[in-house]
């Protein structure tokens, strides 16, 4: 009788972690760092939400994709989470990055510090500029772009940041895929086609700024119903809009002065601006000067 035999356990696929909890893993992971430089051994998910600016049930749910569910009553084990969003997102072993286009963005962030520390080194800088080549910024010399797919073998680039003007940044693109690289974060204002197994992120500042002040919009009152008075075209006085806009039937009311403004501008040969005209009729220097005077209550002086 054969000797009996367990069946092999097949090593399962990690369960797919949601996009929406893939961005708030780095928020956790930087409120943990500064936990843990504090010696803050443990945290509560209500800490971790401030932080996210999610709820607290939102962050354990998103921390349970991790196998992570804390205690209750105690929270999380800082050092633990720590080590298991670090290698969920992959930041347990160095990247190496290429950066296309030392301009003035590409500058900035070829020389910012803080990449090293999470598991990100620049490792190779190119530029179009023949005149740029050999500069050192951040201590990574500046290459022509002609190294390109050189530079992404002999430093083994997974990562291409690409920095370069809108015309340019599709053609940077295909170099770096067709070299192996198949990350790629792009500041460049245009949507890149890439082929599927690449990955793409887009980061446009201007259009962060749009919706920024999408919000800031509406947080002022509506002014849609306000009446508004048709703008002068340069040499005219529309004198009925204006007097109209002051007196709900378009008459001078009580108001002697609107009176005074509206009679002096006839007699001048102020023509009023009838209602529907594409244009409202030109006016003299001297219906003007006289209009101006009274105002700004400088008749007389």
Known sequence: MSPSRRPSREKRPRPAVPEATVARLPLYLRVLTGLADDGVETVSSDTLAAAAGV??????????????????????D???????????????????????????????????GGFPARGFRIVALVDADPARAGELVGGVEIRPVVELERLIEDYQVTIGVICTPAAAAQQVCDRLVAAGVTS???FAPVVLSVPDGVDVRKVDLA????ILSFHEARKRP????EPRIRPAAPGTLPL??????????GATGSRPELRTLAT???????????????????????????????????EGS
Do not use: C, F, W
């Open 55 to 76: 709820t607290s049930a939102k962050v354990r749910k998103d921390l349970s994709h991790l196998g992570s569910y804390g205690t209750r009553g105690v929270g999380y």
């Open 78 to 112: 800082v050092d633990v989470l720590l080590d298991r969003i670090s290698a969920r997102l992959g930041l347990t072993e160095d990247r190496g990055v290429m950066l296309v286009g030392v301009g003035n963005l590409g500058h900035a962030l070829a020389r910012y």
């Open 184 to 186: 790629i974060l792009n």
């Open 207 to 210: 259009v962060e700024l749009q």
């Open 222 to 225: 509506d002014r849609s119903a």
């Open 240 to 249: 009925e809009g204006a007097v109209g806009a002051l007196s709900p039937d």
């Open 264 to 298: 002096e501008g006839r007699t001048l040969g102020i023509a009023p601006a009838e209602r529907g005209d594409a244009e409202p009729a030109p006016t003299t220097a001297a219906g003007t000067e006289a209009v101006m005077r009274l105002a700004t209550g400088s």
